[in-house]
């Protein structure tokens, strides 16, 4: 089981807006509705941003967003702020009935 | 409040066994699918294992297939993570995770318990 693929940095202005893509295959990504991102601070648990591509929990900001197209899925951040910083991955239910994640994408914000 | 409270690591010699626990509060337990991630050090999240609401469905990773099992008690509230020949490659933080309504996104997450294999 390969990892989904992920940038390994993304990077950018307070305010601005940037984008996160993770690329699986129609094995995973490509078939099915169930990806998540996730951010994670240094030394702190992993904190659910999306579910089912587009869906945010209770409590997440709308700056958050959520969108798919075929095999890639995409995280956008919009109004970049400090506290943004940190890891992202996204995960994406498989045809062999595991979760697979991504490689993680460390965003800056500069 | 709704926690998840882990229990169980350390370290451990290679080809040992160890048993994680992970202690559900503050929500109904039983009716949530759950979950076993890992970190290994400075590394991405891995997805071990899930098990249905009553313990009668699980499905594993190719990594820990064979070697590890994901069982629960909703009597207790607790869930476990048997670990078995464990390797080298096991080393990290393992955390128990809960399954938003089966949507496969893990919206709570126990705080971690770190297991170290090394001789």
């Known amino acids: 089981q390969s990892a989904l693929t992920q940038p390994a940095s993304v990077s950018g202005s307070p305010g601005q807006s940037i984008t996160i893509s993770c690329t699986g295959t129609?094995?995973?990504?490509?078939?099915?509705?169930?990806v998540s991102w996730y951010q994670q601070h240094p030394g702190k648990v992993p904190k659910l941003l999306i579910y089912e591509v587009t869906k945010r929990p209770s409590g997440i900001s709308a700056r958050f967003s959520g969108s798919k197209s075929a095999n890639t899925a995409s995280l956008t951040i919009s109004g970049l702020q400090a506290e943004d910083e940190g890891d992202y991955y996204c995960?994406?239910?498989?045809?062999?009935?595991?979760?697979?994640f991504g490689g993680g994408t460390k965003v800056t914000v500069l | 409040e709704e926690q998840l409270v882990q229990s169980g690591g350390g370290l451990v010699q290679p080809g040992e066994s160890l048993r994680l626990s992970c202690e559900a509060s503050?929500?109904?337990?039983?009716?949530?699918?759950m979950a076993w991630v890992r970190q290994a050090p400075g590394k991405g999240l891995e997805w071990l294992a899930d098990i249905r609401q009553d313990g009668s469905d699980s499905n594993y990773a190719d990594s820990v297939k064979g070697r590890f099992t994901i069982s629960r008690d909703n009597n207790k509230r607790l869930l476990y993570l048997q670990m078995n020949y464990l390797r080298a490659e096991d080393t990290a933080v393992y955390h128990c995770?809960?399954?938003?309504?089966?949507?496969?996104?893990?919206?709570?997450w126990g705080l971690g318990t770190l297991v170290t294999v090394s001789s």
């Open positions: 129609s094995n995973d990504i490509g078939d099915y509705h169930s």
């Open positions: 995960s994406s239910f498989t045809s062999r009935y595991t979760l697979q």
């Open positions: 995770a809960r399954d938003e309504w089966h949507t496969y996104g893990y919206d709570l």
């Open positions: 503050g929500f109904t337990f039983s009716v949530y699918w």
